[in-house]
């Protein structure tokens, strides 16, 4: 993620009694758990579950409880909606197309930052976001991670510091870095649009 938003436990339009019938539920959950560099067996500890029920689940195996999925998507820092919003209306879509309308989403416009992955999932080698930084929003510590990063200011402009350095950036104007420290600041009254991308998966 491109900040350290905090998140909430959204499912809207979930039923929240019952077991959970989402197909590839288990691929995302097993994409976002080896993102993060959490083990199997960590994780089964984290949400009170054996590891050979989770591994059902990330195997699609087994359908988890909605209380269940709350646990594991409070484990792995997202928000519990994620795991709803990317489900495509035409199978073969799935795993390749991801329609505007589609995206699954972190972050709100109150916290400064909305990014929706453009990735169909996170088994790849690289995702792609589409970023929203509203106005006023800062990163104001620098992060660093074991990640190429490439970007594509689409509208707004934007302060990008790598290493210390500043950059101003507008739309039209593109970087990429490499494990470097980094930080942004919004400048102007309009929102900063970005295309993102990160290599590994970070999300």
């Known amino acids: 993620m491109l900040s350290s938003a905090v998140t909430s436990d959204i499912g809207n339009g979930v039923d929240c009694s019952g077991d959970v019938m ?5 691929r995302d959950v097993r994409g976002l758990r080896k993102t993060r560099g959490i083990t199997l ?4 500890q984290k949400i009170g ?11 699609d195996l087994s359908s988890p409880s909605i209380d269940d999925l709350r646990l594991i998507a409070a484990a792995l820092d997202v928000p519990m909606g ?9 199978e073969r879509e799935r795993g390749v197309i991801v329609r505007a309308g589609n995206r699954r989403a972190l972050g709100t416009r109150d916290s400064g930052l909305v990014e929706e992955l453009l ?8 995702e792609m976001l589409h970023c929203e930084f509203q106005p006023g929003a800062e990163l104001k510590r620098d992060i ?21 350095q500043r950059f101003a950036l507008k739309a ?32």
């Open 144 to 164: 660093m991670r074991e990640t190429e990063e490439a970007g594509y200011v689409v509208s707004g402009a934007l302060d990008l510091w790598i290493d210390a």
């Open 119 to 126: 990735s169909p999932d996170l088994g790849g080698s690289f």
């Open 172 to 203: 039209g104007d593109s970087f990429r870095f490499h494990h470097k420290a980094y930080r942004w600041k919004v400048v102007g009254d309009q929102p900063a649009i970005l295309i993102w991308a990160v290599s590994p998966p970070v999300y």
């Open 82 to 90: 994620w795991f709803f919003d990317s489900n495509p209306e035409d």
């Open 41 to 44: 067996n960590a994780l089964a």
């Open 49 to 59: 579950r054996s590891v050979g029920f989770l591994s059902q689940v990330e195997r």
């Open 22 to 26: 989402t197909s590839g539920l288990g």
